[in-house]
């Protein structure tokens, strides 16, 4: 690494950290506009490093400016329907346009981008430049802070003005739309918290009681849900999640496949699916096709992380 690579490399990472510092830091309302700059401040350095380790120059003909953050994406990812290509554009897109439209409100739904992106980079910055981001910073700063009230589009209307209401409904339709037509953790990471009544309270997170004499009155409330939106992985989507978890935070898993390398794949998956039975839970039969939640990566993450030799564990109980 030249001493121009390393430089970009170490501002790139101050600039990461800088970005998730200010997003996670919940007296600071300008931190959707400030974790936008932030984080294209560290993808463009980062990337620019990445062209010159590979001989390309990052400056434009006349020898003056370096190319725009645009271009140098396009370099590295070719591929347009690349998802996480897809990703970066959208948050240069916010970037652009954040000193006029973004509002306290967009935070819900650039949310599961930034988390996508959070993890991608710290893929990205090891893969090009062999760089740990964990070693700069602790895991947990790398799972963001969010709020998850959403307003309706009357809400909307009522709140802001004419102008601001309706590019915020026209950016919000485009990302739902660009959601439904890829399903990569690449491009977002569904955040939800999801409260359900189970009579099993080993499983649960939390426990309530039922008492008439209570003063604050409560009811079950029941809302149906399109399984389409929830249940929207398919199981190759699932095991890049996974791996993509792994990498980024730096989580140990002790299973060495067949090419003598340690990663997650459909072997595992099914063991440890198998085992715990998680798609009886957070998966969806759609005719012959079954569908996989958000979650169901997410519980797999977990259960590896507490125990890196999960598959080892199954295969001794399973003889």
Known sequence: MTDLTKQLVDKSIEAFIMGLEIYNKPTIKYRIEGFSFFICNAWELMLKAELLNRGETIYYPNGDTTISLSETVSKIYTDVNQPLRKNIEEIIALRNTATHFITEDDEVMYAPFFQSNVLSFSEQVERFHNIKIIN????????????????????????????????????????????????????????????????????????????????????????????????????????????????????????????????????????????????????????????????????????????????????????
């Open 136 to 319: 700069h910073i602790p895991q947990n700063f790398l799972t963001l802070s969010v709020s998850f009230h959403q307003l309706t589009d009357e809400e909307i209307k009522r709140k802001y003005s004419s102008e601001t209401a309706k590019n915020f409904i026209y950016r919000r339709n485009n990302l739902e739309e660009l959601k439904n037509t890829t399903s990569s953790n690449d491009l977002y990471i569904p955040l939800r918290i999801e409260l359900y009544q189970t009579k099993q309270p080993e499983t649960s997170d939390l426990s309530f009681a039922v008492d008439n004499q209570a003063e604050d009155k409560m009811g079950i409330v029941k809302v149906e849900i399109d399984p389409k939106n929830k249940y929207n992985l398919t199981r190759k989507n699932v095991i890049a999640g996974v791996n993509k978890q792994l990498k980024a935070k730096n989580i140990l898993f002790h299973y060495t496949a067949a090419d003598g390398k340690s990663y997650f794949n459909s072997y595992t998956l099914n063991l440890i699916d198998n085992y715990y039975n998680l798609s009886g839970k957070l998966a969806y039969q759609f005719g012959h096709s079954k569908r996989y939640s958000q979650q169901f990566v997410d519980e797999i993450v977990v259960i590896i992380q507490g125990n890196p030799d999960v598959i080892k564990h199954i295969k001794n109980k399973k003889r």
